[in-house]
């Protein structure tokens, strides 16, 4: 029997547990946060299983929001912090390979840890610091491996999304797939293609942003779960040197991942845009992509080249530290060197110009004021009021 301190963030939650005990219910810290605790990391969310049903715990409590009462999740609000509690349940089938089509609410914590992804995450922790593992997680989290609770093919099965959840948790734990497990994820790795993209692009950020991102990927080539990826790309064509520039530095936003995937993948502009479209990335993360992707394209890079970049100067140098196309202190003092980084900051502006009796509004106000952008960025005028001015036949 293990015993264990319970860290802040439990004692915290404590008063949840003590009130569903004293009602004669079973509680437990369970999941994630408990493997986080023995692994010595910090806890992100602190989830609570309990023998109590739903419409028990809301008699206990004073301030409760259905959070997922279908399956038997609520939220206690009573102590300022919301914490999730969840019933124990059995689940049936899963005909979408995603969402079970029936919950059964039962008493037992066995029955509950059954349903598990992986034994890491299968452990519950009581309210005095005494360790539930039933099914040896403890000795695989010792061990470094990532193994399926019961029969891996029925895990993935139930939920294809674990598949991706095994190789992302091998990347931010660097741990290996133990073998079995790695098995089903093969036979099954044609099921993903019935997962929402939404889905697997979080899991594939997390994998990428991940502190041993290389033997994730890896992972992910070994699977054959590139090849259920979504974007129509040939992913296997960079599958190498992408394990190779991940061994060398770290990706740390998602904006950095999907503009290194782009540029990494060679694709064009409109290639770029049909790529990360399939991918339901957002706006601004395409936007970037697509400005990170032109400089990496551009043969000669001049102060206009950082100048279009200047705005997504972060995720350029997050993939420039990934993959050096140029050395990344030579970018940042192109970038720091810059005259102004927006048109915005240009000292003259079309209302002065107009002010001024210089032109009028209209197409030659747009390119004039586009010309001195250009040229401010090139240096060929300061940003100065009277220079700009004079720059445009003014006075100044």
Do not use: C
């Amino acid at each position: 029997m293990t015993k264990m301190t319970l860290p802040p963030a439990f004692i915290d939650a404590l008063p949840v547990l003590e009130k569903i005990e004293a009602a004669g219910f079973e509680a437990y810290f369970v999941g994630g946060s408990v493997r986080d605790t023995l692994l010595g990391k910090p806890i992100h969310d602190v989830d609570i299983a309990t023998s109590a049903f739903p419409a028990e715990i809301k008699a206990l409590f004073d301030r409760t929001v259905d959070t997922g009462i279908q399956h038997g999740t609520v939220m206690i609000l009573d102590h300022g912090v919301g914490y999730e509690v969840t019933t124990f349940r059995t689940e049936s089938t899963y005909t979408d390979f995603r969402r079970p089509d029936d919950v059964t609410f039962v008493r037992e914590l066995r029955e509950d840890l059954k349903r598990r992804d992986f034994t890491i995450n299968a452990l519950a922790l009581r309210a005095d610091g005494e360790l539930v593992d039933l099914f040896d997680g403890q000795t695989d989290l010792a061990n470094g491996v990532i193994r399926a609770v019961g029969e891996a093919r029925e895990r993935f099965t139930e939920d294809a999304l674990r598949m991706m959840r095994a190789l992302r948790f091998s990347a931010q734990l660097d741990f290996a797939i133990e073998a079995q497990t790695q098995q089903a994820l093969q036979a099954l790795a044609p099921n993903l293609t019935r997962i929402s993209v939404e889905r697997i692009q979080v899991e594939l950020e997390k994998l990428l942003q991940a502190s041993s991102a290389k033997r994730g990927w890896q992972a992910l080539v070994v699977s054959g779960v590139l090849a259920y990826l979504p974007g129509n790309v040939d992913w296997l064509s960079v599958a190498d040197v992408i394990a190779a520039d991940l061994k060398q530095a770290r990706l740390t936003s998602v904006a950095g991942v999907w503009a290194y995937l782009v540029v990494r993948l060679g694709l064009t502009r409109a290639e770029i845009s049909d790529f990360l479209r399939a991918w339901k990335v957002s706006r601004a993360v395409l936007q970037t992509a697509q400005a990170v992707a032109d400089f990496y394209r551009t043969e000669q890079r001049d102060a206009w080249t950082y100048y279009l970049v200047a705005k997504d100067a972060a995720t350029l140098l997050e993939v420039l530290a990934v993959w050096p196309i140029v050395p990344i202190e030579v970018a940042k003092k192109q970038l720091a060197a810059l005259p102004i980084q927006d048109k915005a900051e240009l000292a003259l502006t079309g209302k002065d110009i107009i002010q001024a009796g210089v032109l009028q509004p209209g197409p030659q106000l747009g390119q004039t004021l586009a010309q001195l952008e250009t040229d401010v960025v090139l240096g060929k005028v300061a940003n100065d009021y009277d220079a700009l001015m004079a720059h445009v036949g003014g006075k100044g």
